[in-house]
């Protein structure tokens, strides 16, 4: 069964500091990668996804993700966050060839934007 | 476009007593997801709906919970008794088969407090 970590658990930055989440995953085969993002009070949205193609992906809010299949990693980037990015993200994989369409979370990072 | 739509948004109860809660998924999506989230946790799959089926139901504690979707379209997921330990975020989700990303839709979550 596949699994995902999140590597943090909180994470505090300035306004205009640069932006790295980790997101891990276990899983050999063919992988669908997502972060999702939940604003406080808010359900939780897609940022960005990667399915094939170019492993660079930019998703809404100047937010982009890489994956590196050897790594088997998709870590989050922004260059320089904004207040209104505070929220807490989630990483999530599917794995096609299990036929699951469930997705599997990581247990999330919350984001603290000070202004 | 609305968006999933699920009731209540908040429910207090005693334990031992019965709820449940009700899923609304965006017009179209045949696929159908309950996910489960703990505080401080990423949701985790309960079970699966394609149309009327349920096809991922490995998840579900089936002595005390159940699911349906009767006709393909919303659905209901009911706890009895409830525990202590019911306490958490239910979420529900949708999708539309033959995307290749899988790109799911959550609604706000039923928060469920067990006293």
């Known amino acids: 069964a596949q699994s995902v970590s999140q590597h943090n658990h909180h994470v505090i930055l300035s306004e205009a500091a640069s932006l790295e989440l980790g997101c891990n995953y276990s899983?050999?085969?063919?992988?669908?990668l997502f972060w999702y993002v939940q604003y406080p009070g808010q359900h939780l949205q897609l940022l960005l996804k990667?399915?094939?193609?170019?492993?660079l992906v930019k998703g809404i809010k100047g937010f982009e993700a890489e994956f590196i299949k050897s790594k088997f990693s998709f870590n989050l980037r922004k260059p320089s966050v904004q207040w209104s990015d505070t929220a807490e993200y989630f990483c999530a994989v599917n794995a096609r060839a299990t036929g699951r369409r469930a997705l599997t979370f990581g247990s999330g990072t919350r984001l603290q934007v000070q202004p | 476009e609305a968006g999933v739509v699920q009731s209540p948004r908040y429910k207090i109860i005693e334990k031992k007593q019965p709820v449940a809660f009700w899923c609304n998924p965006i017009?179209?999506?045949?696929?159908l997801y309950w996910y489960l989230q703990n505080l401080g946790q990423g949701p985790e799959l309960l079970i699966r709906y394609e149309n009327e089926e349920a096809v991922d139901d490995s998840q579900l504690p089936k002595d005390r919970f159940s699911a349906e979707r009767l006709k393909g379209v919303d659905s209901t997921l009911k706890i009895q008794p409830a525990e202590l330990g019911d306490s958490a975020v239910y979420l529900c989700?949708?999708?539309?088969?033959?995307?290749?990303?899988?790109?799911?839709?959550f609604g706000p979550g039923t928060r469920l407090t067990v006293l």
């Open positions: 989700a949708s999708s539309l088969e033959g995307q290749d990303s899988d790109e799911q839709f």
């Open positions: 017009s179209g999506h045949n696929t």
């Open positions: 990667y399915f094939s193609g170019d492993p």
């Open positions: 899983y050999g085969g063919t992988v669908n």
